[in-house]
Structures are given as C-alpha cells and as structure tokens.
C-alpha cells in the first residue's frame, strides 16, 4: 500500500476519547521496545511519525494514527517492562481490555514479537487473551535481520509453536531496517480493511 497521508489524531486513554466514525483499525500489541513504533513507521515510510524511545514503557495511551484516510493503526501500550508500578500497569490492563473487548471497529491485532527469541510468557498470555476474545491475530516477528538467514523458518516455527497458534494465524517475519517482510505485512492487513 502506498501511504500518501498518516497523522496521529488522538491519544486515548479511555472509550469516550476514542476517534468517532466506522473506519477499520489494526492494533498493535507487543512487549516494551519489542519495536512496534519502527514497525509502524517503516510500513508508512515515515522517519518519525510513530515515536520510538530506547526506555521502554514509553507508550501509555492508545495511539490512534489515521493512515490515508482510511484506517487507523492504534499503537497500544507495551507490556512486560518491570519499572512500571503495579498501580500504572493495572491502569494500562483496564485501558487494553476496554479497548479489545469493546471496540468494534477493530478487525485485528498485530502481535509484535522479536524472532531472536522464543516468545515470552507475556507474549503467550497476549496471544491467549486476543485468542479468547475470538480476534484475528497476526504475528510480526521483528528484528529479521539480526538472524542467519538459513535459520528464519526456524525461528518462525518456534514462534508459532510456543504460541500454540491457530493454523490460520500468519506469522511475518520483519526488518525495519531492511523492509524485509513489509509487502507481506502489508498483503494481510490489507485483508481487514
């Protein structure tokens, strides 16, 4: 897809601040620095419309960004990272699960996950969770191109089997660095819109 207009409308913390209208949106979902804000910027060829952080636990509201008009990818706040309070990462699991279960605009999740490690219990409770919520979910293995390339489909069964995940769920393997799977992504969330 080409990307000719992508803006962050709102960051939202709760329903009533959720962007008005039926537009379809995609979520992304994925451990602190897992690479969800470089995911998002290379797939819309921005430098900096997504803000990336070397400190994780960055992301603390639902990040709406309208792509041409048509859609919005919504950038959720990542999990996993232990120097958030108990009391914030409580706050952050309402927001999540008022926005997963409630929202019916969303049509699927990207579940961004790094290839160079088996998934972590965190990531497999994500998967779980979606999974219960009866949501598409597709699995964006970043950071591609810091394994051999031989080794890829390795990597890429062993996600899927420590996710346990449906057959029908598709599993990308991605670069932000080299674009490495990028038309991939962009074929299946194609498919939601």
């Given at each position: 897809m080409k990307v000719t207009n992508a803006e962050i409308t709102i960051s939202a913390v709760s329903q009533k601040q959720y962007p008005g209208g039926f537009l379809p949106e995609i979520a992304l979902a994925g451990r602190s620095n897992v690479g969800k804000s470089s995911f998002i910027n290379k797939l819309i060829q921005r430098k900096s419309l997504a803000r990336t952080s070397s400190k994780p636990g960055k992301t603390q509201t639902l990040n709406f960004y309208k792509i041409n008009g048509l859609f919005y990818f919504v950038d959720v706040p990542g999990y996993g990272y232990a120097q958030v309070s108990k009391k914030e990462r409580e706050k952050w699991g309402q927001m999540l699960e008022e926005y997963f279960q409630t929202r019916e605009t969303l049509k699927a999740v990207l579940l961004i996950t790094d290839i160079r490690h088996e998934p972590t219990k965190d990531d497999i409770q994500m998967y779980?969770?979606?999974?219960?919520?009866?949501?598409?979910?597709?699995?964006?293995?970043?950071?591609?191109?810091?394994?051999?390339?031989?080794?890829?489909?390795?990597?890429?069964?062993?996600?899927?089997?420590?996710?346990?995940?449906?057959?029908?769920?598709?599993?990308?393997?991605?670069?932000?660095q080299t674009g490495e799977g990028k038309e991939a992504a962009w074929g299946v969330i194609k498919q939601y819109l």
């Open positions: 779980d969770y979606l999974k219960y919520f009866n949501l598409d979910v597709i699995v964006i293995a970043t950071k591609a191109d810091k394994i051999p390339k031989g080794k890829k489909e390795q990597y890429l069964k062993r996600t899927r089997k420590v996710l346990q995940m449906d057959q029908t769920d598709p599993v990308i393997a991605f670069s932000s």
